[in-house]
């Protein structure tokens, strides 16, 4: 299965959602999934760890989302945070199921 994570924020994490969704993902890449995250950066790069990891610097990335999912045809999109509107919009143009992770939880260890 293909995911693409899309979200403002992602590691380093700012907060407990980020934190929670990294964890996911990296066991679902570690379990065979094909993961890739959209995020949010001052500086543009990509990152060819697991999950790939492509950081935009743009404010509005939903050209570059909707073309990103054209080309890659994840069977999932997942999406927290900022930029969730771009994801569930590009999933529903595009016919791509899309999972909104909604979360308030502190990230402990307790």
């Known amino acids: 299965m293909k995911i693409l994570y899309i979200a403002s924020n992602y590691v380093p994490a700012t907060g407990g959602t980020e934190i929670s969704d990294a964890t996911l993902l990296g066991r679902l890449a570690k379990d065979g999934?094909?993961?890739s995250v959209i995020t949010?950066?001052?500086?543009?790069?990509?990152?060819?760890t697991s999950p790939k990891v492509l950081r935009l610097s743009k404010k509005?990335?939903?050209?570059?989302?909707?073309?990103?999912?054209?080309?890659?045809?994840?069977d999932l999109i997942y999406t927290a945070l900022g930029w969730s509107r771009y994801a569930?919009?590009?999933g529903k143009e595009l016919n791509i199921p899309s999972v909104l992770n909604v979360s308030s939880l502190e990230y402990g260890s307790n």
């Open 40 to 48: 949010y950066s001052d500086i543009e790069s990509v990152e060819n």
């Open 88 to 90: 569930i919009r590009a």
């Open 33 to 35: 999934c094909g993961i």
């Open 60 to 74: 509005d990335p939903s050209k570059i989302i909707h073309k990103l999912c054209i080309e890659n045809k994840p």
